[in-house]
T-cell receptor
Framework: RKEVEQDPGPFNVPEGATVAFNCTYS??????FFWYRQDCRKEPKLLMS???SGNEDGRFTAQLNRASQYISLLIRDSKLSDSATYLC???????????????FGQGTTLQVKP | ETGVTQTPRHLVMGMTNKKSLKCEQH?????MYWYKQSAKKPLELMFV???????ENNSVPSRFSPECPNSSHLFLHLHTLQPEDSALYLC????????????FGSGTRLTVV
């Protein structure tokens, strides 16, 4: 089982739609959770951090369910500029050398169409 | 400068060349990372450094040689690469443990010919 699993998509939605991405993680010791956005041929950029049950920032809402080890990202009123790959990312507090690092999902591709 | 800076942005090298990628962070972080991302593939962790000590080598071939002289600078020395090593190489930094996430550099797009 992968440490972080996401549906790779692609998700093709019209402008104005609401779209939700789901992610599951395997390490119950994970303490922090993130959604990163990556545009084609660019570096990933932090979109949202989640440290408790959820976080909201404008049109974006992230939710965390620790019992089910599940994270979601909701995008409301989709814009053309939201087209990108969304990476679910989980902190692994105990790496192979007892140091923390981030574990990245493979990403979910979103294409918003006019 | 602020954030994480990577140079060069683009690099084309022959299989017999030796080149180096440079990463510098101005965030006061104490952990730095090298990642490889091949076309349309997920990020692959290569190396982790904490307080300039290497703490993880993710079975990377010896033709990739990292160097971390201090907590702010990270290098990736390249020699006798193969065409399949062509990829986007990303540097990231964080506080130790990465609890608050990473900050990535813009990456070096490497083409091996």
């Amino acid at each position: 089982r992968k440490e972080v699993e996401q549906d790779p998509g692609p998700f093709n939605v019209p402008e104005g739609a609401t779209v939700a991405f789901n992610c599951t993680y395997s390490n119950s010791a994970s303490q922090s959770f993130f959604w990163y956005r990556q545009d084609c041929r660019k570096e990933p950029k932090l979109l949202m951090s989640v440290y408790s049950s959820g976080n909201e920032d404008g049109r974006f809402t992230a939710q965390l369910n620790r019992a089910s080890q599940y994270i979601s990202l909701l995008i409301r009123d989709s814009k053309l500029s939201d087209s990108a790959t969304y990476l679910c990312v989980v902190n692994n507090p105990r790496g192979s050398s007892n140091t923390g690092k981030l574990i990245f999902g493979q990403g979910t591709t979103l294409q918003v169409k006019p | 400068e602020t954030g994480v800076t990577q140079t060069p942005r683009h690099l084309v090298m022959g299989m017999t060349n030796k080149k180096s990628l440079k990463c510098e962070q101005h965030l006061g972080h104490n952990a730095m990372y090298w990642y490889k991302q091949s076309a349309k593939k997920p990020l692959e962790l290569m190396f982790v450094y904490n307080f300039k000590e290497q703490t993880e080598n993710n079975s990377v071939p010896s033709r990739f040689s990292p160097e971390c002289p201090n907590s702010s600078h990270l290098f990736l020395h390249l020699h006798t690469l193969q065409p399949e090593d062509s990829a986007l190489y990303l540097c990231a930094s964080s506080q130790q443990g990465a609890f608050y996430g990473y900050t990535f550099g813009s990456g070096t797009r490497l083409t091996v010919v």
